[in-house]
């Protein structure tokens, strides 16, 4: 049977449209005609063999009912599988009936056509709709997470429609940053929530811009730092077209992450914001630092107002913030944003009381400022720990022994050695109370801490801790060269002495002989050794040279 050039073509058509592939549209052609043909002629028999073939070429597609030729009526166990040899070879030639061969009924299309033609239509646009839906689902269920861009092509008060490629996406009103409006033709930004398949709709790809994650998509646009992950997002709290806290963190310690959120003059944070402008309204955005310590946590999601005291229940997870009198509207926000925003961010109940009124209640909180205190010295100890800890790994255990007898205990040091790595400085002055008598052991010294809050930045690294480590460690060995170099001196001048007093003891000892020559023999040898110099002083006087001439004429004779 020939097939519609027009409908083939259409057909055709889908692979650019719906990224559908042409040997998949060959199949739903081919498996509607089989299928349609089971069900409405030969009755739903699931079991029956039935084949097609089509050339798209002419077009055309013929259809096949395929059964097992048997001998006799009689033997014929399934008639959806099976014809008997009389009824094959009425339908078709004899050379084509063979009893235990497949025998191929041509079924005739045109009768068929004009009776199920509208239902194998629908048919085959149902199949077409699901293999729609598996692509669209394949290729957008990665995508969840993601920041995508469409094109507008419809807009009203209930609902945007976006054109995302190959397909388009409803945004809803309630997915809006506040009541944003939007041109046809303008591309827009949009978060893929979720993608969902069902029977009625196909694939369902949920968009938002009001969602946490538009927002942390931007920031990662935005900030280098955010992409690449040296500045890292704790978590989100939002209100659409009003205002959002984002509380960040970095591993490194050379690396502002708020700094590096915000921009120098707010030049980043300020191009985010602009991404988040509904036609009306800016949306606030709040970058705090995020801490493991929840009092302080709580405390930096509530700025821009000041804590003065606090007091947790862990248990309930609920927190008691103390704020100056001057200083709750700020805490609460307009229409309660602020607090509602801390809240939802750090997962705490958070109540906001006034000082004075806390301290007429008799209520008993912690100053904030101890609270950072003691946040600080944990941390410088822990760190400490840490430092020691990674020293051991790389020195071993025998140095870890040999270093802990040079380096103090971490009570007496760690205030020294490891600097805070928070925002907060503690100043102290101490005074100690002296003995009063020498032979009475020390009091312990009576220690005041006066604690000033104020933002520093410190970069000190592991690295840098373990250098000035080692620059201690050299100095110790220093020390213990030149105590050894004394040490030899020493034994070398104490040898030489001792060498000096073997000689003298061996001049003490040394035996006495007998002189071979007695006294007046040696009063002789010194006379005749006077007169011999006394010669020779004469000898020198005398002047040779008027004894030349005589020698002259005694030669001339």
Same mark, same amino acid.
């Given at each position: ?21 042409? *040997? ?438 592991? *690295? ?7 620059? *201690? ?85």
């Amino acid at each position: 049977m020939k097939l519609n050039k027009e409908f083939v073509n259409a057909m055709l058509s889908l692979e650019n449209e719906k990224g559908i592939k042409r *040997e998949q549209i060959i199949e739903v052609i081919k498996r509607t005609f089989i299928q349609a043909y089971i069900k409405y002629v030969l009755g739903g028999g699931d079991d029956a063999h039935v084949e097609a073939e089509l050339d798209l070429d002419k077009p055309s597609i013929e259809l096949f009912y395929v059964r097992k030729v048997i001998e006799n009526d009689d033997d014929i166990q399934d008639d959806y599988l099976e014809i008997s040899k009389e009824e094959a070879l009425s339908i078709g030639p004899k050379n084509k009936v063979k009893v235990g061969e497949d025998f191929y009924e041509k079924v005739n299309l045109d009768e068929f056509m004009k009776k199920y033609g509208k239902k194998l239509a629908d048919s085959m646009k149902q199949k077409i709709n699901e293999i729609e839906k598996s692509i669209l689902y394949d290729m957008y269920k990665d995508k969840i997470g993601e920041m995508i861009t469409g094109i507008v092509e419809k807009s009203d008060e209930n609902s945007t429609i976006v054109n995302i490629g190959r397909t388009s996406v409803v945004l809803l009103e309630s997915q809006k940053i506040g009541h944003e409006k939007f041109e046809i033709g303008q591309q827009i930004k949009l978060y893929v929530k979720d993608v969902n398949v069902s029977s009625k709709h196909g694939a369902q790809i949920l968009v938002s811009r009001s969602d946490k994650g538009f927002l942390r998509r931007l920031l990662e646009e935005e900030i280098s730092e955010v992409y690449d992950g040296t500045v890292i997002i704790k978590d989100i709290a939002r209100r659409a077209g009003e205002r959002s806290k984002v509380s960040v963190y970095s591993n490194d310690p050379n690396v502002d992450p708020v700094g590096s959120c915000i921009g120098p003059n707010g030049a980043r944070i300020q191009k985010v914001m602009g991404e988040l402008f509904n036609g009306r309204d800016n949306e606030r955005i709040d970058v705090i630092h995020y801490s493991d310590n929840p009092s302080i946590y709580i405390a930096e999601a509530l700025k821009p107002a000041p804590i003065a005291g606090v007091k947790l229940d862990e248990a309930n997870k609920e927190a008691l913030m103390i704020v100056k009198s001057e200083s709750k509207s700020l805490a609460i926000g307009r229409k309660g944003q602020n607090v509602s925003l801390a809240s939802l961010l750090t997962g705490w109940k958070i109540k906001i009381e006034e000082e004075n009124i806390a301290i007429e209640n008799g209520i008993e909180f912690k100053p904030y400022e101890e609270v950072v205190a003691e946040d600080q010295r944990s941390r410088r100890t822990k760190e400490y720990e840490l430092y020691l800890k990674s020293l051991s790994q790389l020195k071993g255990n025998e140095e870890k022994e040999e270093v802990s007898t040079q380096i103090p205990s971490v009570d007496e040091k760690v205030e020294n050695l490891v600097p805070t790595l928070e925002e907060v400085s503690v100043e102290e002055t101490k005074e100690t109370v002296a003995p009063a008598k020498e032979e009475a052991k020390a009091e312990e010294p009576v220690v005041k801490e006066t604690i000033v809050h104020q933002d520093v930045k410190t970069t000190r690294t592991l *690295e840098e801790l373990e250098k000035q480590l080692e620059i *201690e460690k050299a100095r110790e060995e220093k020390k213990a060269n030149k105590a050894k170099r004394t040490a030899r001196k020493d034994y070398v001048e104490e040898e030489k002495a001792k060498a000096s007093a073997e000689e003298t003891k061996k001049d003490e000892n040394k035996p006495t002989y007998m002189s071979i020559y007695t006294d007046e023999e040696l009063s002789a040898l010194d006379a005749e050794d006077n007169y011999n110099d006394d010669y020779d002083d004469y000898d020198d006087d005398i002047d040779y040279d008027e004894y030349d001439d005589y020698y002259d004429d005694d030669e001339g004779r």
